[in-house]
Nanobody, 125 residues
């Protein structure tokens, strides 16, 4: 039962960068897998990146590998998504999510217990 609030979205030109932040409250996230998902108009919610509770393991969808970096600061109860070399195809609402450590896949949307309200990222060409 973690409350999550995203920030940092906006409008950026192709090739530019943005850093998204996800602030957690209600309880600590130190033992939770944290992830970012995104959803474009007319499309299903899509996995973007995830990070283990310790920060020692990260996962990325193929389309963002080498361009996005996920990180967390448990002392500040905050998760970040550093986005570089942005493309128009990255345009979507980005959602922060939290999941207990045990699961079948960090990429499965149905495994996450808590969700933020989303922040819009728009990449122009």
């Amino acid at each position: 039962q973690v409350q999550l609030v995203e920030s940092g979205g906006g409008l950026v030109q192709a090739g530019g960068s943005l850093r998204l932040s996800c602030a957690a409250s209600g309880r600590t996230i130190s033992r939770s897998v944290m992830a970012w998902f995104r959803q474009a108009p007319g499309k299903e919610r899509e996995f973007v990146a995830a990070i283990s509770w310790s920060g020692g393991s990260t996962w990325y969808t193929d389309s963002v590998k080498g361009r996005f970096i996920i990180a967390r600061d448990n002392d500040k109860n905050t998760v970040y998504l550093q986005m570089t070399s942005l493309k128009p195809e990255d345009t979507a609402v980005y959602y922060c999510a939290a999941r207990r450590p045990v699961g079948t896949s960090v990429m499965k949307v149905d495994e996450y217990d808590s969700w933020g309200q989303g922040t819009q990222v728009t990449v122009s060409s």
